[in-house]
Every structure is written in C-alpha cells, then in structure tokens.
C-alpha cells in the first residue's frame, strides 16, 4: 500500500524476444538431439513442414517485387538504378571469390592420382544457357531455375515500363507482394518450434564419423563466411555509408536469428528491408520511388548475391585436394567465372555441370552433399551479409548518399583481410596436427562388424584337396551340396584389390569378401575361403572344390564358354596406369597412338590381349607379370587394368599414377562364376545382388571398397538414451528398430 492507500502496480515482465525464444528453441533442440540419437528424426517432418511454408512464398514474393518495381519504374529511373547498382553486385562478386583465393592458402599441395579428360563441352555449357535463358518461364518455375525466372521477369519488367494501361496489373502485383510479406509475418511466429525440430533432427543424426574427412573444408568454409561475413562487409558499408558497424550487426540480428534457424534467407528479407529503410529514412531520402527501388534491387540481389553460393569455389578446389587431382592452369584461370554463372540457382546442378567440365570424379557431388549439413549455416549468415551489402549501398548510391573514402576503406579491409590469410594457414596446420596419423589406405580397411558377425569361416590354401563328396547323392549340383552340408565354399584369389585381398592385419577383406558374407547369411550357412589361381578355376569349379568363384572376376569369351556366369555386380573403365608424367599424357586413345614409340603393357590373359591390340593397333604390347608385383616401368611406358584395380596400386606407390584413357575400350563388367550344373546358384546369387542393390548395400560396400572411400559408420549415431543409459538396445549391444 502507497501513501495514499493505492496498491502498488507490479512491474510489468518484459515479452521474450524473438531472438531469444529462437535460441532457446534451438538449445533443447541439441539437447534433445543429443539425448535421443536418430529417435530424434521423428520431429523431421515438423522443421521441413515449416521450411516448405516459408519456401513456398519465395516465388510469388520475387515475381511480384520484380515486376512491380520494375514496370513502375520510368525507362530512365530503371537505368539509373542499374547505373548507380551495378558496381555493388560486381563488387561483392569479386570479394567473395577473392576471399576464397585467399582461404586456398589452407588447402595442401597435394600429387595427382587419377588423370581424366574433360567431357561434355558442348553438352554442360547447353545445359547451363538452359538454366540461365528462359524459354518457357512456368518450366523453370517447376524446376526450380531461379535465375531464368528473374531474367524473365527483368526482361517483362523492362517491357511493362512501356506500356500505358498498367495500374490494374501493378495494384495485383503489389498485393501478392504484400501478402507475401504477411504471410512471412505470420510463419515467424512459428520459428521458435521449427527451430526446435530442425536442430534437434540435425543433433540427432548428423553422422559425426565424416567429419574428419571432410573437417578441413568445413573449417575454412566457416572461417571465410564468418569472417567475410560478420566483419569485412558490415565494416565496408560503415566505411561508405553513414551509419555504424555496430547498427548494422544490431539491424540484421533478428534477420540473422531466422535465417539461421529457418535455414531459408527468404524469411529474413522483410527485415533487411526494413534496415534499409530505416538508413534511408536517416538520410533523409523520402522518394516516392523508394519502396520500389529497394524491393527491386532486394529480389536481383537475393537471386544474384547469395554469396554463400560463390564458395562452391572453395569445395571445387577442396575435391581437388580431397581426390588427389588437378586443375588444369587455364581451366583454374576460367572456373571463377564459370562458378559466378553456374552457381547462381542450385548448388548441386552447378557442381554437375562443373564436374562434367574440370573431369572431377563422380563421386564429388556425393561428398558435397555430406557437407551440406553443417556447411549450410556458414553460407546463410554470409548471403544475408551480402545481400544486406547490396540492399544498402545500392539504395543510398542511387540517391548520392554515398561517400567513397579511401583511406578509412583502406584501414577497415586490411586488418581482416591479414586476419583472414593467417586464420586459413592456420585452419590447415590445424587440421594437418589432428590428421597427421597417415590416411586410412585400403591395408587399414576392416569388414564392419555387421557383415561378419554370425558366421562361422574358416580358409583353405591353394592346393587343397576338395571335400569329401563320398556321401553326395548322384547329380547333387552345387545348391543341393550347400544345403547338405551347411557350408558355403567361395574361391578367392586374395591379391585382388579391391575385390579380395588380405589387409595390413592378414584379414580376408573386399567387396566381393563382404558379398561372400551376405551370401552365407543368405543361405544360412557357414562360410569357407578357397585360394584359387583365377586360370584355374573352370576344373575346380567343376570338381566342387568351391562352389562360386569371386576375386573380381570379368566376363571373357573364354571364361562363358565353360562357365555359368552371374548377373553384373560392377563395371569399371579400361585405365593405364604407370610413371605419372607419362600417363598424365595419355588422356585419350589418340594421345597414346601419337606416342613415339609408345609401348604397353598388359599381362597374359587372351581377350584382354586382343582387346588391346584392337585399340592400339600401331603401339607396341608387352605381355608384363599379373599385377601382384609392380611392373617395370622402366621397360613399358604404362599398363592396361581397370579403374577399380589400378587405383589401388597408385594409392600405394607414390610416382604411380592412372589415366583415364577416352576410347580405351569397353569397360570391365564383373560378375560371379559358378559350374554349368549350378544354376539354382546362379539365380540365387542373381536375387540377391538385386536385393542388395535395393537396399543400399551395394552403393555403400561401393563407395567404400571400389570407389576407395574408405568406411562408412553404419552404427546408430551416440545418444544418451542409447549409449549411457542403455534404453532401446537389445543383448547384443546393438540399437533397438
């Protein structure tokens, strides 16, 4: 009680910012993440659920500001904005990429394995005109080819600033827009629980046993966003600009705070509206023609300046590195260029076309997008950054509210910039100090526990006698005899990497090892290896000494002729593989046949002899050793093998490398052999290769045995639930379905 006798008026409690609640959102998601494991991808479909929401306005939203800014523009206010813009949009294209240059300064030297010829020219640069020219505007619309539809509406803006009777089509336009807006309004009500679903998915599943492998890109690419991102562009527009640093960073909190949660820039563009209007309104600018020229120059800017975008550059020279290649100096000279064009729209289709061009492996876009995960967040703090740039410098130069000077320019970049090379060094030598053990190799590749376990296996030598058929019935084929005696023999030639070889411990390891496995579990039965010379296999097939023979076995004329043969499991492209300065010349078949006196190897097997000697008719062929040794290079200028198989070696021998030679021939295409009388086998090993297939298992024993990968972590990700508590896991340690 007052005085007076009144009651005192409790305080009244301040509402939770949304920034806060997003935060607060954003921590139980970990932590429930953290706690559940992969349980925690129940809560996927809420987070995309909102994404979708958000996503689906981006379209009405950039038509509508586009058009509308445009055909309300005179002819003359639209060259002046593009006078006034376009030495903004180039110069956030050149600091991103040269920030990139700059970040190279982490990636190792490293010797290039495989050499392949750049394919597609034609092809790719069509498919990106296809992207980039719009000839059917709804057809882009349905593929999502952003960058065609801006053109589109830039080209219909242009035109529908010269028509007369527009009012009734620019008042639509401006209510789609505005609806848009609203719409946006609305959904941020929701962030904070889609932020929840999103981090708590992402906490719960992100398969933590790839980062190292791809550690050294997602450091750099975090490092060079943030501080591109945070520093160099708010303290530029600062630099010309009257406003601060500190009132840009605190303008675009908010926006950052959804961007980030969101994972969707487009939700945060109201606000970088709003921040611009708001320096402009301090600036004193009050143009009728504002709101359109900030809606127009935000919706190009959004397409155009997503700067994040332009670190597609920086993962192009990471594959390099990752993959053991090069860039050729010409085509290192074009790519940021043709990053700026290719990378405007979606990441993975310009990877695509980019890998058709540079001849990049084709399992770069799969590493890409294992690093789209964590490496999305960096590139969204950094396109708002850019695309806030653009919002402000263009709408303030467009009235003369700049002031260009030099020396605080000066001042402002180079701190960061030094800060930046170093912080790059230093990400390298970082990730080099926690990676210095040497690289896993195919010696350190072990069969995953969920292959081997279960089975009883055994080995036999080379020479052994087989089994015991005394108490076989007449005619008993290969099937009947498995199921009889509950064993499984597969012969396997162990010096054939990466099919069947012994690893740097003596274990029998390999694709067609690990399908040996599955093929055991299949029938329910033990599993027995046999040592075999693969010239010696038609008689011990026939004689039972094993029952299916897989060591990475390609079809021959001669091998079909008394053999039954599977259905394909693998196909790999003829290579030639040798001293690297040699191979790094033989790109195509007519680099080798120009050769002086190019002379090839390739060891005594008949149809791979005359298939060599069909290619080059004008080289000389050297019958050399199987590959079990290395051959003389010394002697041959290069051998004939596989892809699959010659990877391998060069992996091993540092001056060995593999080219990829165009036109070398029709590829390998491996399959299992059994006995002519074994056909039950055949179509029961046929089934399976197609269920396997169908379950991802053979794209994963791929990636990891044929492609050289290395292993992929199949177990359930680390939870409290599972891993200290104990809940949802059965005897045998393994999770709970």
């Not at 946006?184 to 599943?205: D, E, H, M, N």
């Not at 076995?553 to 499991?569: P, Q």
Request: with cysteine; charged share 15%; glycine share 8%.
């Amino acid at each position: 009680m007052t005085e007076s006798g009144a009651v005192a008026e409790k305080p009244k409690r301040e509402p939770i910012s949304m920034p806060m609640k997003v935060l607060i959102g954003g921590i139980l998601g970990v932590l429930t993440g953290v706690f559940f494991g992969e349980h925690a991808a129940v809560l996927e479909p809420i987070g995309s659920a909102y994404v979708l929401l958000v996503q689906a306005v981006v379209y009405p939203y950039i038509i509508a500001s586009l058009l509308h800014g445009l055909g309300a523009m005179s002819p003359t206010t639209a060259g002046r904005l593009f006078r006034r813009g376009w030495l903004t949009y180039v110069a956030i294209w050149a600091i991103t990429l040269g920030t990139v240059v700059v970040l190279t300064l982490g990636l190792p030297a490293t010797d290039q394995l495989v050499y392949r010829p750049a394919h597609g020219e034609i092809q790719t640069i069509e498919s990106l005109l296809e992207v980039l020219l719009p000839s059917d505007p709804f057809a882009a619309l349905s593929q999502n080819h952003m960058p065609a539809v801006v053109i589109f509406c830039l080209i219909f803006g242009a035109a529908l600033q010269r028509i007369d009777q527009k009012d009734s089509l620019l008042d639509m336009l401006e209510t789609v827009r505005k609806t848009s807006l609203q719409f946006w309004l609305w959904t941020a009500k929701l962030v904070p629980y889609a932020t929840f679903a999103l981090f708590a998915t992402s906490a719960g599943t992100l398969p933590l046993s790839s980062l190292p492998k791809i550690g050294l890109y997602l450091g750099l690419l975090a490092f060079g966003c943030l501080i591109l991102g945070v520093w160099i562009l708010p303290a530029v527009i600062a630099a010309l600009a009257p406003t601060s640093y500190r009132e840009i960073v605190k303008g675009l909190k908010e926006a950052l705070t959804i961007a980030i949660a969101t994972t969707v820039v487009a939700a945060a563009l109201p606000y970088i509206i709003e921040m611009t209007r708001n320096i402009a309104d301090r600036c004193g600018i009050k143009d009728e023609d504002r709101a359109d020229v900030v809606a127009t120059n935000i919706s190009i800017a959004y397409v155009i300046c997503y700067a994040g975008s332009l670190f597609l550059y920086l993962f192009v020279l990471f594959a390099a590195y990752y993959f053991n290649t090069s860039i050729d100096p010409m085509n290192g000279i074009v790519l940021p260029f043709v990053i700026l064009l290719s990378s405007v729209g979606s990441s993975v289709a310009a990877l695509s076309f980019i890998d058709g061009w540079l001849a990049l492996p084709p399992e770069t876009i799969q590493v890409y997008v294992e690093t789209s995960t964590l490496g999305q967040y960096p590139k969204i703090v950094l396109s708002l950054f850019a695309i806030a740039f653009v919002s402000v410098l263009v709408t303030l130069n467009y009235y003369g509210r700049l002031k260009l000077r030099p020396f605080k320019l000066l001042a402002t970049v180079t701190v960061p910039v030094v800060v930046l090379a170093v912080g790059a060094w230093g990400v390298g030598k970082l990730d080099r100090m926690l990676n210095e053990t040497h690289p896993l190799s195919y010696a350190d590749y072990t069969l995953p526990s969920t292959i081997t376990r279960h089975i009883k296996v055994s080995y036999e030598g080379m020479g052994s006698p087989p089994p015991d058929a005394s108490n076989a019935p007449d005619g008993e084929t290969a099937f009947e005899r498995i199921q009889r005696t509950g064993v499984l023999r597969v012969g396997a030639f162990d010096s054939s990497i990466p099919f069947v070889y012994r690893n740097g411990v003596g274990d029998l390891v390999g694709y067609d090892v690990a399908f040996a496995y599955e093929l055991a579990h299949a029938l329910d039965v033990d599993l027995v290896f046999v040592d075999f010379l693969p010239h010696n296999m038609h008689e011990e097939l026939k004689e039972g000494r094993y029952d299916i023979a897989a060591s990475g076995l390609y079809v021959t004329e001669e091998r079909l002729r008394g053999l039954v043969a599977s259905d394909a499991y693998a196909q790999s492209v003829p290579v030639l593989f040798g001293d690297a300065t040699t191979v790094s010349q033989f790109l195509t078949r007519q680099d080798v046949l120009n050769f002086p006196n190019a002379n090839i190897g390739v060891y005594q097997e008949e149809s791979l002899l005359r298939r060599l000697k069909h290619r080059l008719p004008d080289v000389t062929i050297t019958v050399v050793q199987p590959y079990t040794t290395l051959p003389d290079f010394t002697q041959i200028d290069a051998a004939v093998w596989s892809l699959h198989e010659a990877r391998p070696i060069a992996e091993e021998n540092k001056d060995i490398a593999v080219a990829v030679t165009e036109n070398l021939g029709e590829p390998f295409v491996y399959v299992y052999y059994v006995a002519p009388e074994s056909r039950r086998l055949r179509i029961f090993v046929d089934d399976l290769i197609r269920d396997l297939k169908d379950i991802g298992w053979h794209d994963e024993q791929t990636r990891f045995w044929l492609q050289g990968l290395g292993p992929q972590n199949t177990e359930a990700r680390w939870s409290i639930m599972q891993n200290v508590l104990g809940w949802g896991v059965d005897d045998n340690g393994d999770a709970g379905g």
